[in-house]
């Protein structure tokens, strides 16, 4: 199995800052890496697909790079909607999520 | 607009199989292009993904759950279907439906979810 590992868990920070979340994957998965964010008591939202594709929809604040096993999902600019957990999810092998980043107002 | 709901019981007994359906509108499940899947979340855990099946034949389980886990389709009615057998109470979470979407070209990924039902696993 490939295991996927967030950091950091959790994370505060303030309207209008830049925020990066880390993916790191055990082993390669080439760009087989997409990025959700998910609000309490509603399912995942796609963010990223294919490490840096942003899906139709969601603001340009919302970037992400990497490939291999290390992965970044960053918002330039924190807007209050944002505060969120943010999950990454493989598709190489089967599918496979990180556990999960928790950002929180400051 | 493609939609998906899942649907099936809400409380299941231990050692009992929890059975759940997830009825697709808004598009045919037989397109060949999507995985359909299922996903689940205990109460303030992260996401564990059960297990997805291909309606050109096919289906993929989550190593962990793979000997109590069947995915079925059935494409007269637009559904798929989760069976999970001998059930305890750490099965209890919030079961999601998905479509997995992707080419020979873009790799896969969740773009539509059901809203996600609870079921709780308990005497």
């Known amino acids: 199995d490939i295991q996927m590992t967030q950091s950091p868990s959790s994370l505060s920070a303030s309207v209008g800052d830049r925020v990066t979340i880390t993916c790191r994957a055990s082993?390669?998965?080439?760009?087989?890496l997409n990025w959700y964010q998910q609000k309490p008591g509603k399912a995942p939202k796609l963010l990223i697909y294919a490490a840096s594709s942003l899906q139709s929809g969601v603001p340009s604040r919302f970037s992400g790079s990497g490939s291999g096993t290390d992965f970044t999902l960053t918002i330039s600019s924190l807007q209050p909607e944002d505060f969120a957990i943010y999950y990454c999810q493989q598709s190489y092998s089967n599918s496979g999520f990180g556990q999960g980043t928790r950002l929180e107002i400051k | 607009q493609v939609q998906l709901q899942e649907s099936g019981p809400g409380l299941v007994k231990p050692s009992q199989t929890l059975s759940l359906t997830c009825t697709v509108s808004g598009g045919s499940i037989s397109s060949g292009r999507y995985y359909w899947s299922w996903i689940r979340q205990p109460a303030g855990k992260g996401l564990e993904w059960i297990g997805r099946i291909y309606t050109g034949g096919g289906t993929d389980y989550n190593p962990s759950l793979k000997s109590r886990v069947t995915i079925s389709v059935d494409t007269s009615r637009n559904q798929f279907s989760l069976r999970l057998s001998s059930v305890t109470a750490a099965d209890t979470a919030v079961y999601y439906c998905?479509?997995?979407?992707?080419?020979?070209?873009?790799?896969?990924?969740?773009?539509?979810w059901g809203q996600g039902t609870l079921v709780t696993v308990s005497s």
């Open positions: 998905a479509r997995f979407s992707g080419t020979m070209i873009v790799p896969y990924y969740f773009d539509y």
């Open positions: 082993q390669s998965i080439s760009v087989y």
